[in-house]
């Protein structure tokens, strides 16, 4: 069982910037997929940014331009760069791995860390 541990979050004025980091207690190359996704007050936890285990990166249209995601495989971290951000970016972001199994895909996902951007 890996397990997934957010930090970073925290409150910020708009047009702040934040990186929030995603640890795994094992390698991060056994995923096949590790991203971040988010979830604002009443509404569905939603996609932000998802790498592939080769590096290629696809960005939710809402947040192409100001999110940026990385990783560092030594860390077995992955990281999320928001810049200038908003107050629709106020949310719980959650670090999510998936694995590609014969039966299917398997999900893990850390508790996430809130995001409060306000003046």
Known sequence: QVHLVESGGGSVQPGGS????????????????????????GKERELVAIMDSS???????????????????AKNTIYLQ??????????????????????????YWGKGTLVTVSS
């Open 55 to 73: 590096g290629s990166v696809n960005y939710a249209e809402s947040t192409k331009g100001r999110f940026t995601i990385s990783r560092d495989n």
């Open 82 to 107: 928001i810049d200038s951000l908003k107050p629709e970016d106020t949310a719980v972001y959650y670090c999510n791995g998936r694995m590609f199994y014969s039966s299917g895909p398997v999900d």
């Open 18 to 41: 934040l990186r929030l980091s995603c640890a795994a207690s094992g390698s991060i190359l056994l995923f096949n997929n590790m991203g971040w996704y988010r979830q604002a007050p």
